[in-house]
């Protein structure tokens, strides 16, 4: 059934990125419990990624991931009342989020998406995009200054410092300088490093009666923090907004604070608002560090792409400014990323449970089995996709292979669920990336090759250094060549 693994051919046009060890087929027990808790992605047989309908058997439940594109359209889109979304899983991000859109269903879920979807509407994406562009420049200061030293950049602490900065600017106008954002930082990442083990118990349906939601205290005494920083900050917000003196701020507290459902006159309460942006502030920027750390990797290792976005920011845009206007003309660049969602997408697996028994491809599904659609497998799924492994940002550029892809491209899910930040993400992707190119250089640290993790998001597991050297004048458009 399988194509033969391609992942050891030779790279066409720089190395094939790295992806993770296959298990071994008939691994021993011990093997995959030990592989599992390092990373779920290293539970993957080299034949799942050729399954159109996978299952894991685990003492507590079935798992079942449908990997063929019609019943991942039936999952998301056609039948999705039958797909709920997994409670057992969702309901781990309570603490934090209270029942925001990310983790809400039915008619709760139709109102808030409602009431938020206007917040993210291109005429407030045009407001924050200096707000971007503004926190873009503590970046550029920060790569300048390891340029200026010995050249070496952990990558993925600064794609996860800018990202939170560029969240809390949005949300709520608060710079990361800020004490209070440090604080707020600190707390999140407490929070979410006791989440992927939580996951794992939640998946395969480890009773909780077991007791062990205790041993995560931790994480929810920083989620009950983190609320209480928000709300002291919203409160007066909030009052003055009903009171009819809204403060000047253009940012998404702002459009929360305008939300109203249009069903029914109703407004979100003080809480609602806490709930959605605490939501927003994990749902924003965790996702886009992870990915915009790959999309760094990648560029690092393919030169021929890197030297290909320059260009085609010399020919676009010059060495000005970087305007809301000019993201679209980067098409290049913006490639560059759509490919690394495809190898690299953040959130690896979208959680649904069956609602009632059914079937698919022949498997029978019991009420409450989780059901899986997982971007990891459909976008590198060896019958879907020409050399799965391979970067090549070409196939999203038109005419380029992924424009047939509508069932088997989904890094940002799909159908009434699709993400709500999705354009705010391929905006400031692109706005940063082309930053980070026009005036750095970026090389790999020599001896170094990053090994994929199933976290909270697709992370590598260890730092990820690369090395950057400022670049000096941009080519001439002339010379440039625009793809
Ligand atoms: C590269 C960055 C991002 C990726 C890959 C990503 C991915 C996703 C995915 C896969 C879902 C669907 C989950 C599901 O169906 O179970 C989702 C939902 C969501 N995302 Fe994103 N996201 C990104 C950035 C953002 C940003 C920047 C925001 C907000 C500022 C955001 C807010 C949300 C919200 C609110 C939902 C829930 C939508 C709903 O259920 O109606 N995301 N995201």
């Known amino acids: 059934m399988d194509n033969p693994p391609d992942h050891a051919a030779p790279a066409a046009g720089g190395e094939i990125p790295p992806r993770p060890d296959a298990m071994q087929v008939g691994a021993c027990p011990f093997t995959r419990f030990v592989r599992t808790r390092r990373s779920w992605l290293d539970q993957m047989s080299e034949r799942a990624y050729g399954m159109l309908m996978g299952e894991v058997r685990t003492p507590f439940t079935r798992l079942f991931m449908p990997n063929e594109p019609s019943l991942v359209r039936r999952v998301l889109v056609d039948d999705r009342a039958a797909f709920p979304k997994d409670r057992n899983y969702w309901s781990l991000l309570d603490p934090l989020t209270g029942e925001s859109i990310l ?10 998406r409602r009431m938020i979807d206007p917040a993210f509407e291109q ?8 707000i971007m562009a503004d926190a873009a420049q503590g970046m550029l200061g920060r790569v300048a200054a390891a340029a200026a030293g010995d050249g070496r950049l952990i990558v993925d602490a600064e794609t996860t410092h800018i990202t939170a900065d560029i969240i809390l600017r949005a949300l709520i106008s608060l710079p990361m300088g800020d004490d209070e954002a440090r604080k707020l930082y600190d707390d999140f990442h407490i929070y979410t490093r006791s989440l992927p083990a939580q996951t794992t118990l939640a998946l395969s349906r480890v009773p909780r009666w077991l007791g062990w939601p205790l041993l995560f205290g931790r994480g929810r005494r920083a989620a009950r923090r983190i609320r209480h920083r928000l709300e002291a900050h919203v409160r007066p917000r909030y009052a003055a907004h009903r009171a009819g003196t809204p403060g000047p701020e253009q940012d998404i507290l702002a459009g929360l604070l305008d939300a ?6 109703s407004r979100f309460t003080l809480s609602e608002v806490v709930d959605h942006l605490a939501m927003l502030f994990l749902a924003g920027h965790e996702t886009s560090a992870a990915a915009l750390a790959w999309a760094v990797h990648l560029i690092a290792t393919h030169p021929e792409a890197q030297e290909r976005m320059v260009a ?3 020919a676009e845009v010059g060495d000005g400014p970087i305007g809301f206007a000019d993201i679209k003309r980067l098409r290049y660049v913006m490639a560059v990323f759509r490919e690394t969602l495809r190898l690299y997408p953040p959130v690896g697996s979208l959680p649904r449970a069956a609602a009632a028994a059914t079937e698919m491809r022949g498997k029978t599904i019991a009420p409450g089995c989780p059901v899986l659609v997982s971007p990891w497998l459909i976008q590198r799924h060896r019958r879907l996709w020409d050399r799965p492994d391979h970067f090549d940002p070409g196939r999203f550029l038109a005419g380029g292979e992924a424009e047939d892809k509508t069932n088997a491209y989904l890094p940002f899910g799909m159908g009434p669920r699709v993400c709500i930040g999705m354009a705010f993400a391929l905006q400031e992707a692109v706005l940063l990336l082309a930053l980070l190119v026009r005036r750095f250089r970026i090389a790999p ?10 976290r909270l998001t697709i992370r590598t597991r260890d730092p990820l250094p690369v090395r950057v050297a400022e670049r000096g004048p941009l080519p001439a458009p002339a010379a440039a060549h625009s793809p």
């Open 312 to 314: 085609e920011i010399a």
């Open 445 to 454: 640290e020599p001896g170094h090759r990053p090994y994929p993790v199933g």
């Open 123 to 130: 005429a407030r994406l045009k407001l924050v995009f200096p």
């Open 103 to 112: 983790n809400s269903d039915g008619a709760a879920w139709e109102r808030q």
């Open 260 to 265: 109203v459902d249009p069903a029914d006159g």
